[in-house]
């Protein structure tokens, strides 16, 4: 295909042609997973706001130490896992696999410890009685939605985490490229992007005055 | 938005060559923006302890996620850095979306707080 045939096909983004995005089809299939998701989470976190604001007396049990504590550090790994994610996929873009492969690990890192530290947060909620149906504090929708929205991204941190390591190994040997990286890197962003609404509206608005 | 006829000469799929800067951002840039989203989480935190009625700590709070989020998606998801027409296609109308949202249940919650015995 000759040059002058090729810029007639994408001559605007406007007028279509064959890549009027001037990306990969990955990417944008991502991009419209996530704005999909996006909306998924929309919805839950603007139902949760709802309850939280109409609800007397929405209980506020979060003490500075564990869960304010805990979960500011968890905001913390998970902003330093998206600055590592970007490095990666600048190193990738680089062509150099190594430096690559090395950051996406760190991520891979800071995504399990969100995780893990999630799950010790998790565990000291249930010994002190609060489940999705029941608290020690009245209102039994404050469980529900605490661990469904806390859950579901949890569920997408560990899928994330699965995904950067498929997406390592097989870049490393070579099967995939820095395409690859960019788009898992893309997921792994939009995880780190709702954390940063689940933080403040879940942990920040239920925090113990005292 | 690089919407140059340089880079549109063969699509992105089948460039292999290596990224200058300018187009993938600098780690001097990246750590700037992870820095900036360290301190906005901080002040979040900050203003949690300050006495504020809750539909106003609401606002301000989701008022300061935005803006982190408008960072992430600009700089880490590098959407500054596509051309004009991914952005119009994908933020719009899920920004639309959310307003609709907020509209249906935002008012009302707070019309209920506001029923409530003081």
Not at chain 1, 46 to 62: E, G, K, N
Not at chain 2, 14 to 19: G, I, K, L, S, Y
Request: net charge neutral; proline share 5%.
């Amino acid at each position: 295909m000759s040059d002058t045939e090729f810029e007639g096909i994408v001559a605007t983004p406007w007028s279509g042609g064959a890549s009027p995005f001037g990306i990969n089809s990955k990417k944008l299939g991502m991009w419209l997973f996530i704005v999909s998701d996006t909306l998924t989470f929309s919805a839950l976190l603007v139902s949760y706001a709802y309850v939280r604001l109409a609800t007397p007396d929405w209980p506020r049990p979060f003490e500075i130490w564990p869960a304010i504590a805990k979960s500011s550090l968890m905001t913390f790994v998970l902003l330093s896992s998206s600055l590592t994610m970007v490095l990666a996929v600048a190193a990738a873009h680089r062509h150099n696999v190594k430096k690559s492969v090395r950051y996406l690990i760190l991520t891979m890192i800071c995504g399990a410890a969100f995780v893990l530290i999630h799950a010790t947060e998790w565990v000291t909620l249930f010994h002190e009685g609060v489940t999705p149906w029941s608290n020690p504090w009245g209102v039994p929708l404050f469980g529900g939605t605490f661990f469904g929205l806390t859950g579901l991204h949890m569920l997408h941190v560990t899928i994330g985490v699965v995904y950067l390591g498929i997406i390592c190994a097989g870049y490393n040997k070579g099967k995939w490229t820095a395409d690859h990286v960019e788009v898992s890197g893309l997921y792994w962003h939009f995880v780190d992007l709702v954390w940063m609404f689940i933080f403040p509206l879940v942990y920040l608005l239920s925090v113990n005055p005292k | 938005m690089t919407g140059t006829s340089d880079s549109m000469t063969e699509p992105a799929y089948m460039r292999t060559e290596a990224v200058d800067d300018h187009q993938v951002g600098s780690t001097k840039l990246f750590a700037w923006i992870w820095a900036w989203l360290l301190l906005l989480t901080a002040l979040e935190v900050f203003l949690a302890y300050e006495r504020v009625e809750v539909h106003i700590m609401i606002t301000i709070l989701l008022g300061l996620s935005l803006i982190k989020s408008a960072l992430i998606m600009s700089y880490f998801m590098h959407l500054r850095f596509e051309r004009l027409g991914l952005f119009l296609i994908l933020v719009p109308a899920m920004v639309f979306c959310i307003c609709m949202m907020l509209i249906m249940f935002y008012p009302d919650s707070i019309r209920l707080m506001d029923m409530r015995p003081h």
